[in-house]
């Protein structure tokens, strides 16, 4: 039995990140025109999911995956960054700069509504 147990690798941990907000802005409809709005910078986690290569992204303190993504790979090595979701709700991170990008790009190309609104949030991550 000791030989089995001495024969099994360690577990690898799998990769977690602590992203926070730094910068956000976009745009909202006031009722007569689009203008400039502040929005709140947020903190994210990014942990590493079932596979090397899936990812979720989360605020802290919820369960609630706001993105799920896919590392994608560049022949045998990994790409140095991912892009989840779509068109109208985006996360980029790039591994090698621990910088992300969010962006909600959905809401002036639909119309005039107050109900959607374009915004852009930059931070910058640490690897636990």
Not at 91 to 112: A, K, M, P, S
Request: glycine residues 12%; aromatic residues 12%.
């Amino acid at each position: 039995m000791l030989l089995i147990i001495g024969m099994v690798g360690p577990v690898s941990a799998a990769e977690t990140y602590v992203c926070i907000g730094e910068q956000s802005t976009g745009f909202k409809w006031n009722g007569s025109a689009w203008e400039r709005a502040g929005f709140h910078a947020d903190k994210f986690v990014i942990s590493q999911g079932e596979t090397k290569s899936d990812y979720v992204v989360k605020q802290p303190g919820s369960n609630r995956i706001a993105h799920r993504c896919e590392r994608a790979a560049i022949g045998a090595m990994a790409a140095p960054q991912m892009a989840c979701g779509g068109l109208a709700y985006n996360f980029i991170f790039n591994f090698e700069t621990l910088r992300f990008q969010e962006f909600h790009g959905l809401g002036y190309v639909e119309g005039d509504s107050p109900g959607n609104t374009p915004y852009i949030m930059i931070g910058k991550c640490t690897k636990l």
